[in-house]
């Protein structure tokens, strides 16, 4: 059952995105934050480049044919199974989300390539314990082959960084050597003290769902793997030589990305 009257993180991300499976509280939200950071539709797009330009480099210079993608979001372009499998066609993903709305969505638009698969769980990344012995998981995933972890722009929504590295940790420890981490993060080190006091005003009141963290916050989530190049950066500057157009700076972005192999 759908909560109409309750923010979800996809439908803001679908709405800021220019997407139209959104309701109004979700577009008050996004408005609201837009109001105090202005480029976040900027945001958006660099963060969906980022996870294609990741995705691409894996499936095509990686080897990596399995996906586990947690905090799916809202289907729109180039989704993870779509990047992966116009590669690799033979390239199996699971999706995981707990919006009821992105799962139905999902069902209905995602569909997998024959020689690959593509599946969908509904379940919280608070849990991960659930998600790695889900049967769905189990059935398309062959942990013995390496799988790469897609958790893009969702760790900010987790209360606390030791507990989203406890999340990390957890998800990483089934995943057997060679495989990815492909993670992108909010971030406020950017913002100026006006910014930090307006978005600080907006916590106070409840505004806010998210807890962005600085650059050493995020790097502790990778901890112990190997960084690809370029390492930790902003998300408009990972490997985004063959973009066109001026790039935004990262106070525009204000997300890190990276991408890190188990050794």
């Known amino acids: 059952m759908v909560d109409e009257t309750r923010v979800h993180s996809a439908r803001r ?3 800021w995105l220019g997407g139209k499976d959104n309701f109004a509280v979700d577009r008050e939200s996004g408005d609201q934050i837009a109001a105090v950071f202005p ?3 900027t945001t958006a797009r660099e963060n969906r480049g980022f996870l294609r330009r990741a995705v691409t480099h894996l499936t095509t210079e990686g080897g990596q044919r399995q996906f586990l993608d947690i905090g799916t979001g809202l289907p729109t372009a180039d989704n993870t199974h779509q990047v992966a499998q116009r590669n690799a066609p033979d390239a199996r993903v699971v999706y995981v989300d707990n919006d009821p709305m992105v799962l139905a969505h999902a069902r209905a638009l995602l569909t997998s390539t024959r020689e690959g698969r593509t599946a969908y769980l509904e379940a919280d990344l608070r849990e991960p314990g659930k998600i790695l012995a889900d049967p769905t998981v ?3 995933l062959d942990f013995d ?3 790469t972890l897609m958790l893009i722009a969702v760790l900010h929504f987790i209360d606390g960084t030791d507990q989203a590295r406890r999340i990390v940790r957890t998800l990483l420890d089934e995943l057997p050597s060679g495989s990815h981490i492909v993670l992108s993060h909010g971030t406020s080190d950017y913002a100026d003290a006006e910014t930090h006091a307006r978005f600080a005003t907006m916590a106070a009141r409840g505004k806010l769902d998210a807890w962005p963290r600085t650059r050493d916050e995020v790097r502790s989530l990778v901890d112990g793997l190997e960084l690809l190049e370029p390492g ?13 157009g001026p790039r935004p700076t990262p106070a525009e972005v204000a997300v890190y990305g990276v991408v890190a192999r188990k050794p």
């Open 145 to 147: 082959r390496p799988v």
């Open 39 to 41: 480029t976040i539709r």
């Open 232 to 244: 930790l950066v902003p998300v408009s500057e990972w490997r985004a030589e063959g973009e066109t």
């Open 13 to 15: 991300y679908n709405y």
């Open 138 to 140: 189990r059935d398309v």
